[in-house]
């Protein structure tokens, strides 16, 4: 038996190789088209979820914006109110101090006449002025023939008050220099007045005034020698 190839074997050779080509050509488009499929669907919700991202961008930032102005708006509103209450509660600190010294001043003479220094008169905001646009401001002026009381009314007495009254004293008689002839005393009166700011005005030789109940009363015991100025 020969195994020779024949023509038709050749042929058959070519037609099968032709066959197997073409199919592998089917199959390779078949995969190209898949894939180009494949990528324009990723593509197309890539483009998508792009354009979803933004319009959620685009809310979140207008949302932002918004909260941003609201808060602003806020701000200026609370801003607005603060700044009136502090008007409101400078006008009262006002009322109550007038107040306060309306309590004080008739009670001085008592008071004082206790402490064996007689009243002739008590003037009321006592004002002063020197060049320089130098001001003085007396709360109470208790006045007798000899000696004159500085008399600082406060609705709640502190350090720096004392401090910035017993200046007042160590200068009241370049701003009055008609008093330049008396006794010059100090005194401060508060409806509230911790412990070591009643010691300390004490120490510094001020009689104090403090409340006690529905009165007013003199916190120096009766040992207490005030300083002269």
């Known amino acids: 038996m020969s195994n020779a190839l024949t023509v038709d074997d050749v042929l058959k050779m070519f037609r099968e190789t032709s066959?197997?080509?073409?199919?592998?050509?089917?199959?390779?488009?078949?995969?190209?088209?898949?894939?180009?499929?494949?990528?324009?669907?990723?593509?197309?919700?890539?483009?998508?979820?792009?354009?979803?991202t933004e319009r959620v961008l685009q809310i979140e930032r207008a949302e932002t914006e918004r909260a941003f102005r609201e808060v602003a708006e806020s701000q200026?509103?609370?801003?607005?109110?603060?700044?009136?209450?502090?008007?409101?509660?400078?006008?009262?600190?006002g009322r109550l101090g007038e107040f306060v010294e309306g309590l004080v001043a008739p009670a001085c003479e008592t008071l004082f006449a206790q402490c064996s220094i007689p009243v002739h008169s008590?003037?009321?905001?006592?004002?002063a002025k020197l060049p320089g646009g130098r001001n003085l401001e007396i709360d109470l002026l208790v006045?007798?023939?000899?000696?004159?009381?500085?008399v600082e009314v406060k609705s709640k007495l502190t350090v720096d008050d004392v401090r910035?009254?017993?200046?007042?004293l160590s200068q009241f008689k370049e701003f009055l220099p008609l008093y330049a002839h008396k006794k010059a005393i100090g005194a401060v009166a508060a409806m509230v007045i911790e412990e070591n700011v009643c010691r300390f005005a004490i120490s510094n030789?001020?009689?104090?005034?403090?409340?006690?109940g529905e009165t007013l009363r003199m916190a120096n015991d009766e040992q207490f020698q005030p300083r002269v100025w």
């Open 19 to 52: 066959r197997l080509f073409q199919e592998s050509q089917a199959s390779w488009e078949k995969r190209h088209q898949e894939t180009e499929r494949a990528t324009k669907e990723m593509a197309e919700r890539a483009a998508i979820e792009r354009s979803e």
């Open 76 to 93: 200026k509103d609370t801003d607005r109110k603060i700044k009136e209450m502090s008007k409101n509660i400078e006008r009262l600190g």
């Open 122 to 127: 008590v003037s009321r905001r006592v004002h």
């Open 143 to 150: 006045d007798n023939t000899n000696v004159v009381v500085l």
């Open 164 to 168: 910035d009254h017993l200046t007042k």
């Open 205 to 212: 030789g001020l009689f104090v005034i403090e409340q006690a």
